[in-house]
């Protein structure tokens, strides 16, 4: 039984080491937006120079510990499962990583020739889609499918919020054509949230194919939710 | 020595599964375009409601195929991590099929409303990103990692496309602010464009992984090219 203990052990490791990183990705996105839109570049650099480089380490590590746990410990059924949604979670988290990137450091340039953007509620699509996030993630701790579930129905809000926020910045750029890149690059930014929002989505699909062994991907006859 | 034998038959299969798939997300990248920029609503409905499910579906596959793998032939070393490969890669062609039909469906309302496009080669940029698909793939099957490597240098060319396309299309806003909307749409199409060839980068970099054994990503210090 000591080769059984030692499974579960390096499982709540990487249940660990995914928390971790969740965690980060969380941070670097509100630090991300709070760069972009107060156009402060010192936090642009924390995320873009300290936190996008751990996110990315942590990667590399999650798959590493996921690879070797697979070829020592040889886990069946649920646990294979969990080890290979841990591998795609991964991914998931890095890839977020990176659009906090592209936040932070994409826009001061559009930004800063306008000093009154136009009134669109990001910062609430933001929390929307770490909160999202978060669940996805204290659904995989407690095994919780139904959580999980409740992450899809979210991910539809935000690409409401996402189409109204187009529309708006649509209309504004209509009306003052001197405040079109700065509306070019708020439209940017909530593209980038709601991505942020259909990786946290992926995160929970893949929650619940480890959980209830049944796979939630693609069961729809709908096409992809984004329109742009 | 039978085992052996079925487990390099079912990694061939995998594959060729892989290939499969690379394949009809190619031809949705390229049926998307044409379908946005001739306004061709029968090929956008190609795209939306035949190539996207069926690649959808070939990702269940190859993931139950590779989960099925790991669990009953435990493959060890290179093997091991070919199969770790088509978990990602999987995850990759199916993400680009949600771009071709981001890209088919996003844009006719806004394209329609411009009977003169600004000249901008997207459709250059398409088929830089579906060759560096295909040698992505080419490597996978040659285990050919030093062809994988070229495929990060394309990457930068897209890069480097797209902001040029950027400048060009805010230019032409500035220019003319009735054609705000058909520009913005252009602008998508083009980020859409550097997203897939980002997934084709993915993808490269997995394939030096399993060949090399040798992670290469996250070994710069830049950070992700995307700025936007």
């Given at each position: 039984m000591v080769v059984r203990r030692q499974l579960g052990e390096e499982l709540d490791q990487l249940t660990e080491r995914i928390l971790f990183m969740g965690g980060l990705v969380e941070s670097a996105v509100q630090k991300g937006l709070r760069a972009a839109l107060e156009r402060q570049p010192g936090l642009a650099q924390s995320v873009i120079g300290e936190i996008e480089p751990e996110i990315n380490a942590?990667?590399?590590?999650?798959?590493?510990?996921?690879?070797?746990?697979?070829?020592?410990?040889?886990?069946?059924?649920?646990?294979?499962?969990?080890?290979?949604a841990a591998l795609k979670i991964s991914n998931d988290l890095e890839r977020m990583g990176d659009l906090a990137v592209n936040i932070a450091e994409g826009t001061p340039r559009l930004l800063s020739q306008s000093h009154n953007l136009p009134a669109v509620d990001l910062p609430l699509m933001s929390r929307l889609s770490t909160q999202m996030l978060r669940s996805a993630l204290d659904a995989l701790?407690?095994?919780?499918?139904?959580?999980a579930r409740q992450v899809l129905v979210s991910d539809d809000q935000v690409d409401t919020m996402r189409d109204e926020i187009f529309d708006e910045l649509m209309r504004a750029m209509a009306r003052t054509p001197e405040r079109i890149e700065a509306c070019v690059a708020l439209m940017f930014l909530a593209r980038n949230l709601e991505r942020i929002a259909d990786h946290a989505t992926n995160i929970a699909e893949?929650?619940?194919f480890w959980v209830e062994g049944v796979d939630v991907r693609h069961h729809s006859a709908e096409a992809p939710g984004a329109a742009h």
């Open positions: 942590l990667e590399l590590e999650i798959d590493r510990r996921a690879l070797d746990l697979m070829a020592l410990q040889q886990p069946m059924a649920v646990d294979l499962r969990f080890v290979a701790v407690r095994r919780d499918s139904g959580l893949d929650v619940i």
